[in-house]
């Protein structure tokens, strides 16, 4: 059976513990006397042992108030629980996150839409394919000077014995879609739109070495550079506002003739190059944003794709999805490579 103590000695005790309190002048008085661990607590444990429970429990309670008026007089804050909030069952439930499609998807979503509405059916072709069909048949033979602008990962392979060698490539851009549409369907009227990975040797903020393209082409009897207006125009106005428009400017690329490199016009300043207050436009800076490149689909290509030059035409473009973002006045992309890298502060404000 365990020890009994005295009121007398119980008392004493308190008092012993009220004028510690009072001559101590630690920094963590409060938690040392009052906290949850603190000398009051486990002092009051001991009435267990005290037979006079109710005067014990008077005492204690004096002790208490003394021991407050102390803190007071000390000015330290003393430690007491956090009142226990009321539960309100009425108030709505705190917000699960949810989560979204990752922005490339949603713009992949978004641009096989606009163009799906003009009758471009979005297809899909290899990503890892034959030099041939990425450069030979896009007019680049090899050695061919212009190879070099593609920055290319070449993949080796030995070759299967008993089968022709192919010369893999990772592509470096969607144009190798031009060439097997056009060897799929043999014959016009062709209009599609090939989204898919795309490859090449380069990595900085506004460069990665993985990224989207789309490539659109249209081949029939007499399709011309109207057309590929038309159709440019359509998706600015679709893609970034009634006002916006396209402008295409002499370029080169070897499988088309005549190329261009495509503009649409600065949805920030609507295409005048400044703001209200006549300063220059800081998000564009001439009116414009250069987005791709766009051309007539070159003679030499639809020859190398078995159709007839001198009876079809036809037109082609393309550009980069993760670029795109860029040039979105309401979407913030310091660095290119945040699509890629699980930046979730990033992604959420897609
Ligand atoms: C081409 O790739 C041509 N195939 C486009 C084309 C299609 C021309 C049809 C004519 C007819 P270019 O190399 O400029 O063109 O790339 C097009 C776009 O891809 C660029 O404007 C940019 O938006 C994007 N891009 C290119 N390299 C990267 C990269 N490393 N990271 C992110 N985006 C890139």
Redesign the pocket.
């Known amino acids: 059976m365990s020890q009994t103590i005295s009121l007398t000695e119980f008392a004493n005790r308190l008092q012993q513990l009220a004028a510690q309190a009072q001559a101590d002048n630690s920094a963590d008085w409060s938690t040392k006397y009052l906290g949850k661990k603190g000398l009051f607590k486990q002092i009051s444990a001991d009435i267990r042992a005290v037979n006079d429970k109710k005067a014990a429990g008077q005492a204690l309670n004096d002790l208490k108030s003394r021991l407050e008026a102390i803190a007071a007089q000390k000015n330290v804050a003393t430690v007491t629980a956090p009142p226990t909030p009321a539960l309100d069952f009425t108030l709505p439930a705190a917000d699960t996150p949810v989560g979204h499609l990752h922005p490339v998807s949603q713009m992949i979503e978004q641009i096989t839409d606009i163009f799906g509405r003009l009758g471009f059916i979005r297809v899909r072709h290899p990503e890892l394919d034959d030099d041939e069909n990425v450069f030979g048949r896009l007019n680049m033979a090899p050695g061919h000077p212009a190879r070099d ?1 593609w920055e290319t990962f070449f993949v080796h392979h030995p070759g299967t014995p008993g089968h022709q060698h192919i010369r893999w490539v990772m592509t470096p ?3 190798n879609g031009q060439v097997h549409e056009m060897l799929r369907l043999g014959k016009p009227p062709i209009r599609m739109i090939n989204i898919a990975r795309t490859y ?1 040797r ?1 990595q900085d903020v ?4 993985m ?1 989207h ?1 789309f ?1 659109g082409l249209m081949v029939d009897k007499d399709v011309n550079i109207t057309h590929l207006k038309g159709v440019l125009d359509y998706f600015a106005r679709e893609f970034y506002g009634p006002d916006s428009r396209s402008r295409i400017r002499p370029f080169h ?1 070897q ?2 003739e005549p ?1 261009f490199e495509i503009d649409f016009s600065c949805h920030f300043c609507h295409g005048t190059g400044q703001t209200d207050n006549g300063d220059k436009c800081k998000f564009c800076k001439s009116g414009w944003h ?6 007539m689909v070159h003679p030499h290509v639809l020859q190398a794709c078995g159709l007839d030059p001198t009876q079809y035409t036809g037109f ?5 999805i ?3 973002y860029t040039l979105q006045d309401n979407i913030d992309v310091p660095d ?1 490579r945040n699509f890629y890298n699980g930046n979730l502060e990033f992604l959420q404000q897609f």
């Open positions: 602008e851009h969607t144009s090449r380069q506004t460069h990665t070495q990224f393209q490539e690329f499988f088309t190329s250069e987005v791709g490149g766009a051309g082609a473009f393309g550009w980069g993760e670029r795109t290119i």
